[in-house]
């Protein structure tokens, strides 16, 4: 590496964005761990931290943070709006040259964020942290599992690469991910769109030090029909395709009943079979008009121009010393 390239790495600010949710007892321990390792690593960072309407006193907490630390911001919604809706946010008040995501639970350790950095630093345009071993309840691993088989699907992830809540990407990736502004964001579509540039890192997963996740059950099925419908037609590519052949199928099966009633004029077929084809191809039915409808509800919000997010406050140690003074 070049003398000058050296110089430019040093003077580059790293930004570290984490939503919050239930965090108040854990969101301190996050950040020192960011504040140790940009000391040991000699970086100048931020940490933009966005409170997702938390019904305990996490944003309380973190507010104290930023009125005490000029290099700690604090955002509150003023309602829930969801994970990826405050990464955007937290994203689009990030200043450094490289933007990291990260969990409030301290599951994903801030010590190894190096690793992050390191593969960046070494040509890709993202990087994914990916667990040896994790401690996610069995619940939310199945919904990572199926999130995962979802992304290959329906936006073409690579089979290889792992996808988690732990990343890092450079700033022209995330300056072409805030260019998204409509409802329903869905960052790692985002990360997708933009680069194939993408790659893992072996990262140690912790265990949840207090509470459980704010992952329902509720909240991954929103996730997924996020990610089927945000970025891709595929499904309704899908739903045409299984059309096609459900009437092809309806077709033939037609023209056995001709043929055996002809060959068997005997044989009582009775209602069964066509029962059958009615509850069978009146579901169907029902699930394409579904997606059909899902397509057209979020073209509806869009064009109404349903907010990603609404911010209450924005918190900063400057801002604060200039309300004080003023």
Known sequence: MSETESMAEKNRKISFVIPCYRSSQTIGHVTEGIKEKMREMNEDYEIILVNDCSPDNTYEVIRGMAENDPRITAIDFTRNFGQHAALMAGIRQTKGDIVVCLDDDGQTPPAQADRLLDALDAGADAVYARYRHKKHSLFRNFGSAVNEKMLECMLEKPKELYISSYFAVKRHIVDEMIRYENSYPYVIGLVLRSTRKIVNVDIDHRDR???????????????????????????????????????????????????????????????????????????????????????????????????????????TKENEERKNNG
């Open 209 to 315: 030090e207090i509470g459980e996740s704010g992952y329902s059950l509720k909240k991954l099925l929103n996730l997924w029909m996020n990610g089927f419908t945000a970025f891709s037609v595929r499904p309704l590519r899908i739903a045409t395709v299984f059309g096609c052949v459900s009437a092809i199928a309806g077709f033939i099966y037609g023209l056995v009943i001709l043929i055996q009633r002809f060959v068997l004029p005997d044989r009582m077929l009775g209602f069964t079979p066509l029962v059958a084809l009615l509850v069978f191809f009146g579901g169907m039915i029902m699930i394409m008009l579904g997606l059909i409808g899902e397509y057209i509800g979020r073209i509806y919000i869009c064009i109404n121009s349903a907010p990603q997010y609404v911010i209450r406050e924005i918190v």
